[in-house]
């Protein structure tokens, strides 16, 4: 007869895989859009739209979405740090313990993270001063 420990670690398993089955599927089937997944927005809303005769035609109702380098290296290093910490995980000579997380790897997450922040905020709080997009437009 199993010990509790065990029965519990099976139900854990099972919950694991089943979510994961689950998030597969609306992956796959659609139901989680991953069209924007590497978009962020520019904070432009209320801009003035000028016209090819140097007039305002009005402003801007929505941010303008671009396409974020910060997500996709933020994406990439996790990735990384996740497989990485994977391997290590596989190839533990203790079974049943956690290896430790290296150092170099937290710093790296962090650091990532300070980029994809720095990035964020830049779009969001520093919009494009509106001289500039009227030149853009003409």
Do not use: C
């Not at 990035?119 to 969001?124: I, P």
Request: proline share 7%; aromatic share 12%.
């Amino acid at each position: 007869m199993p010990d509790i420990a065990a029965i519990v670690a099976w139900e854990v398993k099972g919950f694991l895989f089943t979510l994961f089955a689950m998030v597969a599927l609306k992956l796959l089937t659609g139901e989680i859009n991953m069209g924007y997944l590497f978009y962020g927005r520019k904070n432009d809303t209320g801009q003035p739209i000028v016209g090819a005769d140097g007039k305002m035609l009005g402003r801007k109702r929505q941010d303008t979405p671009y396409f974020s380098p910060e997500r996709v290296q933020l994406l990439v290093f996790t990735l990384a740090a996740a497989f990485s910490y994977l391997t290590q995980v596989l190839n533990n000579a203790h079974p049943g313990t956690l290896p430790p997380v290296p150092d170099s790897w937290l710093a790296v997450l962090g650091g990532s993270n300070l980029v994809y922040l720095g990035g964020k905020a830049y779009s969001r709080l520093w919009p494009a001063s509106p001289g500039a997009h009227e030149q853009e437009t003409l």
